[in-house]
């Protein structure tokens, strides 16, 4: 089974701020790799497939990059709305998804 | 506007069985392929179970940990996704999210764009 570690569990920012979550694969994934973002008590939102093509209707402040085992999320400029909990998740073999990283205002 | 309604979760015993089933509107649910996604209590997002469309072979695929105990199904005529649980444990206590699975740019059928609200299961004596 593939794992995916993120990290880091916590991120504590401030409106207008840049942030990075990492989000590492137990072996090669190549790009096969989404993002979501989690508010408390919603579904999750899906953000980002193929580790850097955002889906549509997504604000272009969010940005991904990596393949292989090594991948990041971005956030270019934070805003109020998007303090939540961001999983990453493999779709190379089956589907698994990180224990998430919290991104709280500072 | 795409809609996925979860029901049917509740209290159980551990060894008992239930059944959540997962309304969909708003989309050709025939040609869907659909999945079910779990969050433990204050805990992450774990996959469960994909089904295939008919039209595709309507084969399942499991997560280790409920394989050979939860048993996912159709039916197309309802719009309507079921997920059969089976010789439930504690450690199946979560919230249940019925979801579409689709490709983007290749890769295997994994990713899940629309979600429903979810269910929450229990599982407790």
């Known amino acids: 089974d593939i794992q995916m570690t993120q990290s880091p569990s916590t991120l504590s920012a401030s409106v207008g701020d840049r942030v990075t979550f990492t989000c590492r694969a137990s072996q090669s994934i190549s790009s096969w790799l989404a993002w979501y973002q989690q508010k408390p008590g919603k579904a999750p939102k899906f953000l980002m497939y193929k580790a850097s093509s955002l889906e549509s209707g997504v604000p272009a402040r969010f940005s991904g990059s990596g ?3 090594e991948f990041t999320l971005t956030i270019s400029s934070l805003q109020p709305d998007d ?3 961001y999983y990453c998740q493999q779709y190379n073999s ?3 998804f990180g224990q998430g990283t919290k991104l709280e205002i500072k | 506007e795409v809609q996925l309604v979860e029901s049917g979760g509740g209290l159980v015993k551990p060894g008992g069985s239930l059944r959540l ?3 969909a509107s708003g989309f050709t649910f ?4 659909m999945s079910w996604v779990r969050q433990a209590p204050g805990k992450g997002l774990e996959w469960v179970g994909r089904i295939k469309s008919k039209t595709d072979g309507g084969a399942t695929d499991y997560a280790a940990p409920v394989k050979g105990r939860f048993i996912i199904s159709r039916d197309d005529s309802k719009n309507t996704l079921y997920l059969q649980m089976n010789s439930l444990k504690t450690e199946d206590t979560a919230v ?5 699975a689709v490709c983007r740019s290749g890769g295997n059928c994994y990713i899940f ?4 609200q979810g269910t929450l299961l229990t599982v407790s004596s």
């Open chain 1, 94 to 96: 089956y589907s698994t």
């Open chain 2, 96 to 100: 249940y999210y019925c979801t579409t």
């Open chain 1, 67 to 69: 393949s292989g085992t």
């Open chain 2, 21 to 23: 089933s997962c309304a």
């Open chain 2, 30 to 33: 025939t040609n869907a392929w």
């Open chain 1, 83 to 85: 303090f939540a909990t």
């Open chain 2, 113 to 116: 764009d629309y979600w429903g």
